[in-house]
Nanobody
């Protein structure tokens, strides 16, 4: 089983930046397509971005396109989400997951991290 651990969340002001990390265990990390999701209490889990196992292709929802950048370093078994020009509506718990590329339904993913809280103040 793949273990995923997110880090890098915190409190930031609107317009600021954060970089989230997702560290994976094992030696097979590079074989998985990966995604970022986010969720606020009382709301459904929302797909944010995806990246292929090679890192050669990426996909974003319209609301974060041009502001967020997803990347991965397979040598370090780590995936990243660089969040720039953050907005209050970006506030959520952010999760990394391993699953099919560009699959936006959280029910199709098998492996999840524990989540990291991102709070954006006005």
């Amino acid at each position: 089983q793949v273990q995923l651990v997110e880090s890098g969340g915190g409190l930031v002001q609107a317009g600021g930046s954060l970089r989230l990390s997702c560290a994976a265990s094992g030696r097979t990390f590079s074989t998985y397509d990966m995604s970022w999701f986010r969720q606020d209490p009382g709301k459904e889990r929302e797909f944010v971005a995806a990246i292929t196992w090679s890192g050669g292709s990426a996909y974003y929802i319209d609301s974060v396109k041009g502001r967020f950048v997803i990347s991965r370093d397979n040598a370090k078994n780590t995936m990243y989400l660089q969040m720039n020009s953050v907005k209050p509506e970006d506030t959520a718990v952010y999760y990394c997951a391993a699953g099919p590329y560009r699959q936006t339904s959280p029910y199709r993913y098998i492996y999840w991290g524990q989540g990291t809280q991102v709070t954006v103040s006005s």
